[in-house]
């Protein structure tokens, strides 16, 4: 079993940031991938960017550079995502998910692990 505890939500300003993490615990050495999901009402989760937990191999749904980084730490095992340039589009509550096979990045059904989710309100 592997458990994820996300933090760092919040609120912030347009054209602002915002860093959240996510502690990883359990069987970790089982995890082929991480990422962040987020999700608004009435929509389907959507994939935001994923890191193999091993190699660090990052995949990004958003082609702007910089936008989001994504990142993990195997020494304290959290999992990071950094929103920069924020605009109200991106309130949502971001979810972090593992899996520990190969597969589709940004299919959420390929996640087994999931953690309970951290609001961000971005606001102008």
């Known amino acids: 079993q592997v458990q994820l505890v996300e933090s760092g939500g919040g609120a912030a300003q347009v054209g602002g940031s915002l860093s959240l993490t996510c502690a990883v615990s359990g069987h970790t050495s089982t995890l082929y991938a991480l990422a962040w999901f987020r999700q608004t009402a009435g929509k389907d989760r959507e994939f935001v960017a994923a890191i193999t937990w091993n190699g660090g191999t990052t995949y990004y749904v958003d082609p702007l550079p910089g936008r989001r980084t994504i990142s993990r730490d195997k020494t304290k095992s959290t999992l990071s995502l950094r929103l920069n340039n924020l605009n109200p589009e991106d309130t949502a509550i971001y979810y972090c998910?593992?899996?520990?096979?190969?597969?589709?990045?940004?299919?959420?059904?390929?996640?087994?692990?999931w953690g309970q989710g951290t609001q961000v309100t971005v606001s102008s």
């Open positions: 998910a593992a899996r520990r096979s190969g597969g589709s990045s940004a299919d959420p059904n390929e996640y087994e692990y």
